[in-house]
């Protein structure tokens, strides 16, 4: 999959990540511990109404349903990503959420630099089992242009 | 620590976190199972140059210098982040790396819905010991206000 063959209003819907209070806790320990990313008790006594993940642990179980779904599809001429805009965490996820993606290409881009390359600009959205949309973000993502023919 | 105790253009410096090729390899094998992030010679193929974080780990590792420096603070009436803007990953993290981080107010807004709260607008850059710009992005944070004298 090149540049080429990104299409602009496309979009996809992939992953089902059952979310549980042991790796809230354990990602939480490790890079988020505010109390209430530790303990349902701190969760009570902030608006979000028990423990709930990191948004930082939210962004990686979305990684990881990304990466697993561009495995899915064999080779992708990606060639990683230099960010993202408009991160938004739109509410909490709890223990016992299963969470799902949805990937829309919003924009593509040539680069003027780079004529081997070109920009993707994705909207990428988060929901819960609810149908709740709990994340979204426009990555960018880096991909090859395909090989000009030989003349 | 209130809204009304945030002074836009101040900035503090903070952190000292010690990249592990053990902890990179652990964080990619959970979020972010790309080759290049579990494996030097996969690092090496690409043009990384060697194995190097997730940027989602990168992320996570900034949160836990955040959390850290927040606790040294004592209690500041932060209610938590609705998202950031302009994330971007600008060079590879590598093992052996110690990443700190530089935090600059920009902007504060009072709620026009919410008279007990505001938004302050960060610039977080984050460092690695030569100085380098590796990742950088705006936070949003809420703040509550302080609450008036009773009259």
């Known amino acids: 999959m090149y540049f080429e063959d990104v299409e602009i209003g ?3 819907e992939f992953g089902n990540y059952p979310v549980t209070e042991e790796e809230i ?3 939480a320990s490790k890079y988020d ?3 209430f990313h530790l303990s349902d008790e701190a969760g009570k006594a ?3 109404g028990g423990l709930c993940a990191s948004g ?3 962004a990686g179980m979305t990684m990881r349903m ?3 779904h561009m495995k899915t599809k064999g080779r992708t001429h990606s060639m990683g990503s230099p960010g993202l805009d408009e991160l938004r965490w739109t509410r909490p996820v709890f223990p016992g959420d299963t969470l799902r993606v949805k ?3 919003i924009d593509k881009r040539a680069s003027r630099s780079r004529p081997d390359m070109g920009s993707v600009f994705l909207h990428n959205e988060v929901f819960n089992q609810k149908d709740e949309l709990v994340m979204s973000f426009k990555p960018i993502v880096l991909y090859k242009r395909r090989p000009s023919a030989p003349d």
Chains 1, 2 share one sequence.
Do not use: A, G, Y
């Open 103 to 105: 990937s829309s290409v």
């Open 56 to 58: 930082w642990h939210t």
């Open 25 to 27: 806790i354990e990602f």
């Open 10 to 12: 496309s979009s996809e």
């Open 33 to 35: 511990p505010q109390p």
């Open 66 to 68: 990304v990466v697993d």
């Open 46 to 48: 902030m608006i979000f």
